[in-house]
């Protein structure tokens, strides 16, 4: 399971909102809520929603190649604590497994 939690609120809230626009425009289903709009109307939403699609889609992909060290990192993006140098925690208590930073050097 991915967890966002390094995300700010706002981007939190932007995945949000892709994740509603891509439900949107999966399998038409936009038709099925604009039913009742002219054809011209149905159209610019729909381009508006795409548009608005490939814009989050750009912002979440470049603070996602921030916090993961891709992209060097900016105040909106401040990225995840690590501590103990774990970068990967098991959401099991029991578990001791977890992988440090030394082992993800190259």
């Known amino acids: 399971m991915w967890l966002t939690d390094f995300f700010s609120d706002q ?23 604009t039913g009742t709009f002219p054809p011209d109307d149905r159209a610019k939403v729909r381009r508006q929603l795409e548009v608005a699609r490939d ?10 190649a921030e916090v993961y060290g891709l992209a060097r990192p ?3 993006n401040p990225g995840p604590e690590v501590p103990d140098g774990r970068h990967v925690l098991s959401l099991q208590p029991e578990s001791k497994s977890w992988v440090s930073s030394s082992a993800c050097e190259v």
């Open 55 to 64: 814009t989050l889609t750009d912002q979440l992909g470049g603070a996602l």
């Open 11 to 33: 981007r939190k809230a932007q995945l949000g909102r892709l994740m509603r626009i891509g439900f949107l425009l999966e399998r038409d289903r936009l038709a099925d809520y």
């Open 74 to 76: 900016t105040d909106s």
